[in-house]
C-alpha cells in the first residue's frame, strides 16, 4: 500500500496549507473596501447572520478608524467572530445576500472586514468585555466548541462561575478538530479561546468526557445547572464489505489527525476516493490532495444539483484537482493482503423526492471499480442516541429535544448546538450558545 508519510517537503506543506483567505495586506485596503459598503438600512446581510452581526455598524466603524468600536460589535454578537470570518460559509449568508450581487457588482467583503477588526483587538488583548462580581451561581458547560464557549461567555458576563468540561485535551471543538488547516490553524483557535476565557470565571477541565469519568447525576448535584454542548456524535459506518480493510478512514479522523499532528505525520494515499460532498467531505479531499495524494475521487450518490456543499467549497476541491464520480454509491471495498485494493461503487440515478427534498438515488445493478489505496468516509454522523438514553435526555434520532428555552426534558439541564441541530454552521451553535445562556440566566433569577 502506497499510504505513507513525508511525501513533500517542509515548504510544500507550508505552501499547500497557507491560508486560503488571507488577511488585507494593510490598513488602506481594509478601508478601500469597507468604503464600497452603502450601509443598507434593514440590512439583508445583518438580517441572514444567525449572530445578527450589524454588518453596517461594523464596516461603518472601520471607516472611521474606529476598529475597537467594530470589534465591540462584532464580538457583542458573535464572540467567536474571529473564527466565524475564517469558516463561514459567507457566499449562501452575509455576503451572498449583499445587495451588490442584485447588480451583478462584487458583493462586500464582509468576513475579511470581519477578520480584519477582531485580529485586531485580538493581537491587542483588548479587554472588551467585562465580568459583573460572583453572583454566586455556578454552571456546568460539556464541551468547549463553539455553543459551550459561546454560553460560557455569556454567563460569565453576568457574574455566574462557570466550569467547562472537555473530553479533548484542547479547546475549541470543530474549530480545533475538524476544519481544513488551510481555513483556520490550531494556533489561532487557541488565541481565540484564551481571549474568550481571559473575561475570567471561566474554567475548562480537559480529558473530561460525558457518560465516562463524568456523569450527569454529578454535574446536577454540583451545579446549579448544566448546558450540554455536546456535539453531533461519531463518524457514519458505510456497512459495506471491507470496510475494516487497513487504508479505511473516517473523515473526522483522519481530518483530527492532521490537525492533531505534524503534516508530515499524517499518512495519504496515492490514490483517494472520498465517500460523500458534504463541507467535511470536501475538507478531507482537498486536505489529501494537498498533503501529496496524486489522484483524490470525490464519490457521490446524488448529482451537482443535491450536493449539500457550496459551489465555492466545490470550487476550491477542483482547483486543487480533485476529480468527482457523481451518481455513484459505495459497495464493497476490495483489499490485497489486508489493505486496500479498489472500491467498488453502484452506478445510481434519481427517483422521486425524499424527506429533505432531494431525489432518491436508486441502484441501477451496474458497477464502477475505482483503483485506490485509501477511501474516507464523509457520509455523515451518528448522534449520540445512547449517551442520551443512558442519561435520561430525551431525544429524537439522537437529537437533543429543547423547548424554546433551550431546557430539555430535566429540569436546570439545557442544550444547544449540533447536538440539537443534527450539526449546522459554527455561527449557529454560536447563537445556540446564547440563546442558551439567556435561559439559564432567567432561570437563576440573574436576568
Known sequence: MAIKNNRLTEEQYKTNFSDIHPPFETKNTALFEA???????DAPCTKVCPTSIDVPK???????DNI?????????????????????????????SCVFNKTHETPIQIARLQRYATDIAMNQQ??????????????????????????????????????????ESKAGGLMTYG??????????CKEEVDYITSIGGIEIKYNQELGKNVSLTSLQQNFDAVFLGIGVGLARKLDIPGENLEGVYDAI?????????????????DKVAVIGMGMTAIDAATQAKRLGAKEVTLVYRRTELEKPCTDVELEIAKLDGCSILWLAAPKEV?????????????????????????????????????????????TGQIPYTALLKNIGIRNSDGKIVIDESSSSNITAVFAGGDCVNGGKEVVDAV??????AVSILNYLGAK
Request: aromatic share 6%.
Open 35 to 41: 468604503n464600497r459598503c452603502i450601509f443598507c438600512f
Open 58 to 64: 461594523f464596516i461603518k466603524q472601520i471607516t472611521t
Open 68 to 96: 475597537k468600536g467594530s470589534a465591540v460589535t462584532i464580538l457583542s454578537s458573535n464572540i467567536m467572530g474571529g473564527s466565524c470570518a475564517r469558516v463561514c460559509p459567507v457566499e449562501k449568508l452575509c455576503e451572498g
Open 126 to 167: 483588548w479587554k472588551l468585555f467585562d465580568r459583573k462580581p460572583s453572583i454566586g451561581k455556578k454552571v456546568a458547560v460539556v464541551g468547549a466548541g463553539p455553543a459551550g464557549l459561546s454560553c460560557a461567555h455569556q454567563l460569565s458576563q453576568e457574574g455566574v462561575d462557570v466550569t467547562i468540561f472537555e473530553k
Open 179 to 188: 476544519i481544513a488547516a488551510y481555513k483556520v490553524t490550531p494556533e489561532f
Open 253 to 269: 479522523r483522519f481530518i483530527y489527525n492532521l490537525r492533531n499532528n505534524d503534516f508530515n505525520k499524517t499518512a495519504v494515499g
Open 334 to 378: 476490495i483489499g490485497e493482503n489486508g489493505k486496500v485494493k479498489s472500491l467498488v461503487c453502484s452506478k445510481m440515478e434519481l427517483g422521486k423526492p425524499d424527506a429533505s427534498g432531494r431525489r432518491t438515488p436508486i441502484d441501477t445493478n451496474d458497477t464502477i471499480i475505482l483503483d485506490v489505496d485509501m477511501v474516507i468516509k464523509a
Open 431 to 436: 447563537q445556540a450558545g446564547k440563546d442558551g
